[in-house]
């Protein structure tokens, strides 16, 4: 973490200002150290860089969730690169890069549930400079790993931090990212939107993309599969979880779908003036298992052109397995 970092923290639960004592220093860089907040007392640990800014004062039940989803992604870190290289994924990736330049990214960004760093890095090599977010401590360590490889480390700052309680000042960002469903594990979303907004700098604009709760493809194949009963629970249900294996441990993390209005109901009561979605994997199922070949070809690849054609258009604009949202301030 930089020195200079510290003015634009603050506390996830009060929004006091933050105080450093630092233990371990390299040149402008705290390694190790604290930070405690003037206001509430709270304490927070600096560890390899990374500010562990983790909402803390939440109930004992809410304080597992948060933990689960921890233990989840840091146990996703190694898979990642292998289960999201294939060709819908990879087009999934061009859909929303072109989304990311869309919204002409610039100054300082925000990027919540940033992973392994794809958009983080992206928006680095833009010349923005980028606070990294993730609940995820292997996500935020790769990510850095990552950034000085390319030489991209002066241009990111890693936090470690849940996307319902930032721990930032008020109007600092020119931009916000939240690519790949970050808001679909929040449990307090209300909270998570009006944050985002707080955040944001008058005449700015955010960018996520989220697990849709009616995604086209998904019913189709339980229809298909004659599974009634996965069918009636996904248009009855707006929860659920996503299993995951690594060696011989199983993860699994709770899940939050939402539709296209609600999604844009709840960003414009949190006080975005303008919402506008799209969808992406409309005509196409996401496969998360590793391919060597990264083209659509065929069929798959006559649907991906037939759906960069109707993205924008009702009623496959809010069909697609993720719905990708534009809010402007």
């Known amino acids: 973490m930089r020195k200079s970092t510290l003015e634009i923290l603050a506390c ?13 220093e390299r040149g402008e ?25 983790l909402p803390f004062r939440e109930t004992k039940k809410l304080r597992k969730m948060y933990k689960y989803i921890e233990q989840y992604y840091d ?31 610039k100054g300082t960004v925000l990027d919540i549930g940033c992973g392994v760093g794809r958009q983080s890095l992206m928006l680095a090599s833009l010349g923005c400079e980028v606070f990294a977010l993730d609940i995820s401590k292997e996500m935020l360590t790769e990510l850095k790993r990552r950034a000085e490889l390319l ?24 931009r916000a990212y939240a690519i790949f469903g970050a808001y679909n594990h929040v449990p307090h979303v209300k909270r998570a939107f009006n944050d985002l907004y707080r955040v944001l700098k008058g005449k700015s604009a955010a960018l996520l993309s989220v697990l ?33 294996r690594a060696g011989r441990e199983r993860y699994r993390v709770w899940t939050r779908y939402f539709s296209k209005s609600e999604i844009e109901n709840l960003l414009k009561s949190a006080g975005f003036q303008d ?4 969808g992406v994997l409309i ?15 065929g069929p798959k690849a006559l649907l991906a052109k037939l759906e960069d054609l109707v993205r924008f258009t009702y009623p496959f604009n809010a069909l697609g397995t993720y719905l990708i949202v534009f809010a402007y301030k």
């Not at 859909?95 to 002409?104: A, G, H, M, N, Q």
């Open 151 to 174: 030489g991209l480390e002066d241009r990111i700052e890693v936090i470690q931090a849940s996307a319902d309680l930032l721990p930032f000042k008020d109007e600092i960002f020119d």
């Open 212 to 244: 849709n709760r009616y995604r086209l493809m998904w019913l189709l194949y339980v229809i298909l599969k004659r599974r009634a009963r996965h069918f009636i629970k996904t248009l009855h249900s707006k929860h659920g979880y996503i299993v995951m």
């Open 75 to 105: 146990a996703y870190a190694p898979q990642y690169d292998i289960n999201y290289h294939n060709p819908e994924i990879e087009y999934m990736r061009r859909v929303e890069d072109s989304c990311i330049l869309k919204t002409r990214p």
């Open 275 to 278: 919402v506008r979605t799209c």
């Open 12 to 24: 996830p639960h009060c929004r006091g200002d933050l105080i450093l004592r630092a233990r371990e």
């Open 283 to 297: 005509f196409l199922r996401p496969r998360f298992s590793y391919s060597s070949d990264l083209r659509l070809r």
């Open 29 to 53: 860089e705290i390694i190790t150290g604290g930070l405690k907040c003037t206001r509430c007392g709270e304490t927070y640990n600096i560890i390899r860089g990374i500010p562990r800014l």
